[in-house]
């Protein structure tokens, strides 16, 4: 045997600390003689004494937490029966004081050499404290998302075989990230331990709430007979959530968003169910949060649609699937197209055409937006490129730009080299970026957009008005146009519309900045934008978006 003679530390420290942690309960041990059918457990560990039973099933039938009995006991027969090369088990366990207790049960068979016996050694460990990811979640102290998923996994197995139903519902805060934003992440921290102790009482014998990475929730309904139960679920913690919340005497308003699947009817795999759960999460907070969304036959339609378009995205380009159409900007005061909006269009020979309000979203969140992004930054200069060469005098091009894109490493790179390569002046390409995308932008994306605007880009910002805006974005960048949104023009009529859109022309003369209204439809709303002083108007009371051919004919005349 090798000894490393330079290791500074004498093995009876260990000794000590290892005599320290058994008498103090944190670690036990347990010896099951299979063939004598003994058994010998210290108690200190599970608070629970062995009384009759001479088997280690029988041990953690008796001592696991009614909700883990199961799989606590699977875990055993696994291992015995060679399941698994392993016994690693951690499940809970309920003191005598109520107080709930994670354990972790480690150890090997053996077989005694001389007497031929079979014999189960493990070390038991309390991991209610330790950051061990084993079953628990350390900050709520609730389920982990690798423990709820093998209860998913069973449960589903028992619904299928005793012919009844169970629910997964998933549950998010709404703003979340606009606390921490405001407050910080510790704060966030005792807001999601708070949130937990509140709603874990809604959950009753058969359910399981759980913790899942980041903020969200997880509730597991073993079975029911109503899917009414369900919902009555979800409304007692919508209206929880209704009541106040303080943390750190801070009073913070909460609303959530939940999702709920229905096993085994929309899914008997654990992994799709959760995908299901998660997508009508999903459309529960499209539609603004604070709702419960089942996973219907609605939603299914729109589900297995975006799966559609998901498989047919990646070939797109390749197929040359795409084009862009291009919609004009006008100053109303000359008369004239100043600028041109690149806006994608794609058809697909199976699904047809696909608004970009469909699909851009969808290639945001399956990462085809880069090579999307890059197609229309290329193919938008190129295009200029023609129209300069032709002698078309236009101020500028813009291009929208998903936030993904803006946080891709070489965004300022990839466009400075395009502009070389077809001898675009910097000036005359701007970059729409939403107020929302600009909201959620890292540090790193935000000196991207300095950057640029030291390059000499223009930054409009889109769908300015829309709920998101706040000064600060405006503060921190020089921002050379303010984009008014479409429902501002939609409601113009009215005295809030009116008065959003002339604090937007104020904010503009002060900043500097140009605006442009968006989606001007009618004779009246360019009449009243006129009135009120915007006087470059975007819309199809002037054109829609057209294609290259189209709008060449405009230019010329222009
Ligand atoms: P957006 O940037 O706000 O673009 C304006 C949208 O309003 C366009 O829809 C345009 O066709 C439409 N619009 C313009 N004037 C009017 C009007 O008078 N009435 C009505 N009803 N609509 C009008 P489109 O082309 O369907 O694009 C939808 C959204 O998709 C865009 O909203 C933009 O966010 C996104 N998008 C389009 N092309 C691209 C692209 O190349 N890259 C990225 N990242 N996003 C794009
Ligand atoms: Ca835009
Ligand atoms: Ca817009």
Known sequence: MVINKNLDFDINQYEDIIEYAYREGELGVCQWNISKHKLYVSEKITGHNLGDIHSLTEFVNAIAYHKDKDLAVQDVYDYINNVTSFYNSTFRVQAKDGKIRWVLFSGKMFEDEHTKELVLKALIFDVSGLKLRGGHDTLTNLVNDRFFRRKL???????????????????????????????????????????????????????????MPGKTFVILIDSFDDIREVKEVCDKITDICKNNFYIDQIKIDISVSIGVSIFPDDSSNPDELIKLCDFALGQSRLRGGGICTLFNKEISKTYYRQLLIESK????????????????????????????????????????????????????????IIEIGNWVLEESLKTLKKWQDKG???????????????????????LINLCKKYNIPHSKVKIEITERTLMISSDGSKRKIDKLIEEGFKIALDDFGTGYSNLKSMLDFFVHTLKIDKSLIDNIETDKSQAVIKAIIALSNYFDCEIIAEGVETKDQLDILTRLGCKRIQGYYFSRPLPESEVEKLLEKN
């Open 392 to 414: 078309y005098d236009l101020e500028s091009i813009s291009v929208n730009i998903s936030s993904i894109e803006l946080n891709k490493n070489n965004f300022n790179e990839n």
């Open 313 to 368: 995205l990646s070939d797109a380009i390749n197929n040359q699937e795409f084009c862009l159409y291009y919609q004009p900007q006008v100053d109303v005061e000359k008369n004239k197209i100043i600028g041109l909006e690149a806006l994608i269009r794609w058809t697909n020979g199976e699904i047809g055409s696909i608004s970009p309000a469909e699909f851009i979203p969808i290639a945001e969140k399956r990462g085809f």
């Open 153 to 211: 996994i069973s449960s589903i197995k028992d619904a299928k075989s005793l012919n009844r139903k169970g629910a997964l519902l998933y549950i998010e805060i709404d703003n979340y990230k606009n606390i921490i934003n405001n407050y910080g992440f510790e704060f966030g921290d005792k807001l999601i331990k708070e949130f937990a102790d509140i709603i874990n009482p809604v959950t009753i014998k058969n359910h399981e709430l759980a913790k």
